[in-house]
């Protein structure tokens, strides 16, 4: 059976989020039969597994006959400024939640066929003009050690045979949600701009796009290990900031100094919004994914089409 096979038991964690839900509308209409990890609260969805990576419980009778499963799930990175114990609130529920979920799958007879588990850019850290592609090295800081563990808690699924995809996710642009969200009302009211120098690079990717690669992921067997989840075009941050002005019709000239991001936001600035990827999808085009965005401004105006 296809893993895409209309029926398959395909397991999504985080799917309330901004990815997350994006991937259960697709695969709803992919014909698969969802399954929902969730922590608690009443069950939304008929198909409701609860977890709770803080206490290590999970339900394990739901996890048996799985297909796939696509683990999305984590504390908000950029939802606030790094405190000690917010940036601890983060390492831990990245790499104690992927390996709760991880075991569990292992445990399953037999396991299911595919994992994927989110990760994101940031294990590269700030790498200047450096091209970045699946095989380099990862960075140093709190962002690239905090990414590695994370991915380092799938191993237990790979251990039982699992084929473990690690989706290292760029800036995710999509309607209604994620950080081009939060940019919207300085770049309306014609506040936005550069950050710092703006010579950092940015490595973005569309939602129809990060969902796109998730999907197939399922389907290309080949892919395994680390998959950069961004579109082939990065752009400098001051040619993020001019195509998302053209794209709203509004000026962007209006500069946010380093030293007054560092002030507002403390470490996070440095590791979020200066710090400079130049992240490549190779493996995604090698495997014949065909990108539905490689233009920024193609995928802006996608993401904002009450503007048009």
Not at 200 to 229: K, Y
Request: aromatic share 4%.
């Amino acid at each position: 059976m296809s893993e895409t096979a209309r029926g398959a038991r395909v397991l999504v964690s985080g799917a309330s989020g901004f990815i997350g839900s994006a991937l259960c509308r697709a695969l709803a209409a992919d014909g698969t039969q969802e399954l929902l990890l969730t922590r608690g609260g009443a069950p939304s969805h008929p198909a409701t597994i609860r977890w709770d990576p803080e206490a290590g419980t999970v339900e394990r009778r739901g996890l048996e006959a799985l297909d796939a499963a696509f683990h999305l799930a984590g504390e908000n990175i950029a939802a606030a400024r790094w405190t000690r114990a917010r940036k601890e609130r983060i390492r831990r529920s990245r790499a104690r939640g992927t390996a709760l979920l991880a075991e569990a799958l292992a445990e399953q007879r037999p396991p299911p066929r595919l994992l994927v588990s989110a990760s994101a850019i940031g294990i590269y850290g700030d790498r200047g003009d450096e091209e970045l592609d699946e095989s380099s090295a990862p960075g140093t800081g709190f962002l690239p050690d905090v990414c590695r563990e994370w991915e380092e808690a799938a191993a237990a699924a790979r251990s039982a045979g699992t084929r473990v995809v690690l989706a290292r996710f760029g800036l995710v642009l999509g309607p209604g949600g994620g950080a081009l969200q939060r940019l919207l009302l300085p770049f309306r009211l014609g506040l936005g701009g550069r950050l710092g120098s703006g010579r950092q690079f940015v490595s973005w990717i569309s939602l129809a796009d990060a969902v796109g690669l998730l999907r197939h992921a399922m389907t290309c067997a080949a892919l395994e290990g680390p998959l950069n989840c961004v579109a082939p075009r990065p752009v400098r941050n001051a040619e993020f900031a001019r195509t998302l002005g053209r794209a709203l019709g509004r000026p962007a000239f209006l500069p946010a100094p380093a030293p007054l991001l560092r002030l507002a936001l403390g470490e996070l600035a440095d590791a979020l919004l200066l710090a400079s990827a130049r992240v490549l999808p190779r493996k995604a085009l090698a495997s014949g994914y065909s990108f539905h965005h490689e233009d920024l401004a193609a995928a802006l105006n996608a993401a904002l089409p009450l503007h048009h």
